[in-house]
């Protein structure tokens, strides 16, 4: 496909979502904004998750992964699902019983304000790292294939793609990202299954006679079980998957502001357990698709394309879709799926953002009613300029696979909710709210430092995403330090036998 053909299909994509943020922000107000009212269909809620869930890291990282990891990604994934059940049957019904637009606030409830100020804090370092390694990855695409034939600088090109955003969901918020990740999703699924069936039909293969042949066998080591000491062992996988989704989506305000805008927690529970299987399944084709990429790149000798120099396995499957003479179904369906595998998590990204600076820091809620809306739309523009600055930041210190980037980001700085919540919510103690941010950064810390020691210091111990559930339960120590002994000897004389 030529650029020119790209940004005219990219501004027939916008067009459509700004016409649905049209019909669905007539209402314009902050209820609409940030809980959509409290009123979607848990069935459009559940699709429109399975996309903002991928995001576009997944769409071109999770392929690109495959030709060093070959497909063990799937004991990350098989710890996703287990984690999802956690969510739907132990976070949600918490907080729908607080009643709270966002879920911050019931650290405010159960340890007081600076608790939750501190969770906000991480939620926020977090989505803003998240959004923007996404982001990132879409806007090198464009920039590699689009823009770069025009003379145009990286940076416009990210400043367009946030201004996009920002354009379909300033007025509607929450309720607008609810249906248009619904488009989103459904373009992300049939760029994947019209790449795997063109790809295919190609070199002559069905997809039983693919899954099957010794083309694929270099990359379905599905389980890595030999040696413990490496990064994605199954039992450091499976459960660093479990923990993610635990953190990344249940105690994450993108994603639960989602699913608290479904009618009750019934319909909540139903969408979450639905999206959490088909989510399974569609990792497991994403894999497919990395190891079909490799085999086409080999078999048709199909460069790798290079990004200042190096070689970018994240560039192969646009370099397939784009550039390798399939037919133009694939590179349509591919363009649509990258920019809606990007924005169906960067938008609901930016309004989570908004949604939690507003409540969580300016306490929007207390403010004068008439000023509500003016201030809600200021912060929305103040965090588009954010995303743009860090994004453009990773262009210049970025050296990693994106997916594994954002993972490890992830467990430095879900940690600490991790911990938050669940001494909250497993334990009755109170603790000294004023010195939980004091914790959270010296276990924040201690698990860098962690994480930095060489591998031959460990006696060849890969330290990987167990990080995560390390950096909670360090936090959950911490807390249980600074525990109010009052309440613990409450706590304690309740249980004893009488």
């Known amino acids: 496909m030529t650029p020119t053909a790209i940004i005219v299909l990219i501004s027939c994509y916008f067009l459509i979502l700004i016409g649905i943020s049209y019909f669905t922000s007539k209402n314009d107000s902050n209820e609409d904004f940030f809980k959509a009212g409290r009123n979607s269909p848990w069935y459009v809620v559940a699709f429109g998750m399975i996309g903002a869930s991928l995001s576009g890291v997944t769409f071109i990282s999770v392929p690109g992964w495959v030709a060093s990891t070959g497909f063990s990604y799937m004991q990350v994934v098989f710890g996703y699902l287990v984690g999802y059940v956690i969510i739907a049957y132990v976070l949600l019904p918490i907080y729908y019983k607080s009643n709270i637009t966002s879920i911050y606030q019931y650290l405010e409830q159960r340890f007081g304000s600076t608790s939750y100020k501190t969770g906000a804090f991480f939620f926020f370092i977090s989505r803003v790292l998240g959004a923007s390694f996404r982001l990132f990855l879409v806007a090198i695409v464009l920039q590699q294939f689009v823009f770069d034939a025009w003379?145009?600088?990286?940076?416009?090109?990210?400043?367009?793609?946030?201004l996009l955003i920002w354009a379909y969901t300033f007025k509607g918020g929450i309720k607008t990202i609810v249906w248009t990740d619904t488009l989103q999703t459904l373009f992300m699924l049939l760029a994947v299954g019209f790449s795997i069936f063109f790809m295919m039909e190609k070199m002559d293969w069905s997809l039983t006679e693919f899954l099957n042949s010794e083309a694929i066998a270099p990359y379905n080591n599905l389980w890595v079980t030999e040696d413990f000491f490496t990064k994605n062992h199954l039992l450091k996988s499976f459960f660093g998957g479990l923990f993610i989704a635990v953190c990344m989506t249940g105690l994450d305000q993108d994603m639960m502001q989602k699913n608290l805008s479904c009618r009750n927690l019934k319909e909540a529970q139903k969408n979450m357990m639905s999206f959490s299987v088909?989510?399974?399944?569609?990792?497991?084709?994403?894999?497919?698709?990395g190891a079909l990429l490799f085999v086409y790149a080999d078999r048709f000798h199909i460069s790798i394309p290079l990004m200042d120099g190096q070689a970018k396995t994240d560039l192969l499957f646009p370099e397939i879709a784009l550039n390798s003479g399939l037919p133009i179904w694939v590179g349509i369906s591919f363009m649509l799926g990258l920019i809606a595998a990007a924005y169906s998590s960067a938008d609901?990204?930016?309004?989570?953002?908004?949604?939690?600076?507003?409540?969580?820091?300016?306490?929007?809620?207390?403010?004068?009613?008439?000023?509500?809306?003016?201030?809600?739309?200021?912060?929305h523009i103040a965090m588009s300029?954010?995303?743009?600055?860090?994004?453009?930041?990773?262009?210049?210190?970025?050296?990693?696979?994106?997916?594994?980037?954002?993972?490890?980001?992830?467990?430095?700085?879900?940690?600490?909710?991790?911990?938050?919540?669940?001494?909250?919510?497993f334990t009755k103690y109170q603790i000294k709210d004023a010195y939980s941010w004091v914790v959270a950064g010296v276990v924040l810390l201690l698990v860098i430092a962690m994480a930095n020691i060489p591998a031959k210091a460990l006696g060849g111990y890969v330290i990987g995403y167990e990080l995560l559930p390390l950096n909670g339960l360090l936090t959950f120590v911490g807390l249980y330090i600074i525990r109010e002994k009052n309440q613990l000897k409450t706590s304690e004389s309740s249980r004893s036998p009488r």
């Open 151 to 162: 003379g145009v600088p990286f940076e416009l090109t990210v400043v367009l793609s946030i």
């Open 278 to 289: 088909v989510l399974v399944i569609v990792n497991f084709f994403f894999l497919v698709l």
């Open 348 to 379: 609901s990204a930016l309004t989570a953002l908004t949604t939690s600076f507003c409540v969580d820091f300016i306490g929007i809620e207390k403010k004068a009613a008439a000023s509500q809306k003016a201030i809600r739309k200021k912060v």
């Open 385 to 425: 300029l954010l995303l743009i600055a860090v994004i453009i930041v990773f262009k210049y210190v970025l050296d990693k696979n994106i997916i594994d980037g954002l993972l490890t980001v992830a467990t430095y700085t879900y940690g600490p909710l991790l911990g938050l919540f669940s001494f909250g919510i």
